[in-house]
């Protein structure tokens, strides 16, 4: 077993067996000064909670939202409901935009890679209720916030979610095929980035065990043929990206993402590509995403707001 917590408040270790067992965890809590269990209780020390290995990160969440360590915010709009720690990286407009960039059909299956607490994968989902998505990151702790807040958004049927390292995926992974791939990976290049002092949001803006070609070496080979993989990145590596994809996508196009039509250089793109397409010419398109009071402007309303796609031409 493994130590989930400790605490010698009585109420709090009530409450928190009563929402464990809601979850259908078991637990064991242990006077950390016995050494045995059959050894009597002192209740003014500190109390282990401990439950399975298997069951320790879906505990974890548990504990973090019962602390006030997670927050719960909606985007969309309110129909989406996310799960993400306080202090850390945090979802913002970028997954919000990449899912609505993503053509899914009714049934279609999608892969969301380095998906995080599921913003863009559950973002998806609402525009697309038919379709099924499944969602790989390699932090444990994000995946499990992300599967408590499918049930929040009742998409647990529609939605899994798997701890996984691009650059060593498993034997299913290896060899499972899907419509359509989409990511928001790290941005900077270990060589070059500023790493956060922040662990999480390292993690998540820095690359780290797979660099952007493994990325999308990995992306490309979960995509059956007419499949797009589309992926929001820094603009400056967005040439990058092209030339990474290679002989094997055609139908490849660029979305400048304007903060605001000021002159200010262009930050964020998203670039999408078809595999098995003909090749040629690059099609790019741009659009602003703030007036010049901050407010969104209506194009970026209707997509981050009121669940929109959004349409690369």
């Known amino acids: 077993m493994r130590e989930l917590t400790r605490s010698n408040d009585p109420v709090f270790l009530s409450y928190l067996r009563a929402e464990l067992g809601v979850e259908g965890i078991e637990v064991l809590v242990l006077d950390s000064f016995a050494s045995s269990v059959l050894e009597p209780m002192n209740m003014t020390a500190l109390q282990r909670v401990m439950v399975a290995e298997d069951d320790y990160w879906r505990a974890w969440t ?34 919000v935009l990449l899912a609505a960039s993503v053509p899914a059909e009714p049934a279609d299956q999608v892969l969301d890679v380095g998906t995080g607490t599921g913003a863009a994968a559950f973002c998806l989902l609402a525009r697309a209720p038919e379709a ?24 647990e049927s529609r939605a899994r979610f798997a701890v996984m390292d691009v650059s060593a995926p498993d034997a299913a992974m290896r060899t499972a095929l899907f419509d359509h791939v989409m990511s928001n990976p790290p941005f900077l290049d270990a060589r070059t980035g500023q790493m956060p002092k ?42 990058e990206i092209i030339a990474l994809l290679g002989d094997d996508f055609g139908h490849v196009r660029r979305l400048d ?23 040629g010419l690059l099609s790019k398109s741009a659009m602003v995403l703030h007036n010049a009071d901050g407010s969104f402007t209506d194009q970026a309303q209707a997509v981050l707001r009121d669940g929109q796609a959004l349409t690369i031409s």
Request: charged share 30%; hydrophobic share 45%.
């Open 62 to 95: 548990v504990v973090e939202e019962a602390e006030g360590r997670i927050s719960e915010d909606t985007v969309l709009g309110g129909r989406v409901h996310l799960l993400q720690p306080k202090v850390g990286f945090r979802a913002a407009a970028d997954p």
């Open 132 to 155: 099924w998505l499944s969602g790989i990151d390699v932090q444990p702790d994000l995946i499990a916030l992300a599967e408590r807040a499918a049930f929040r958004n009742d998409m």
């Open 198 to 239: 922040d662990p999480a949001r390292a993690r998540a803006t820095v690359e780290s065990t797979a660099d952007l070609q493994t990325w999308l070496r990995f992306m490309a080979a979960r995509l059956r043929d007419a499949g797009t993989l589309s992926i929001i990145h820094r603009a400056d590596r967005a040439d």
């Open 257 to 279: 993402l304007i903060s605001m039509d000021d002159g200010r250089p262009v930050k964020r793109c998203i670039v999408q590509a078809t595999r098995g397409a003909a090749p």
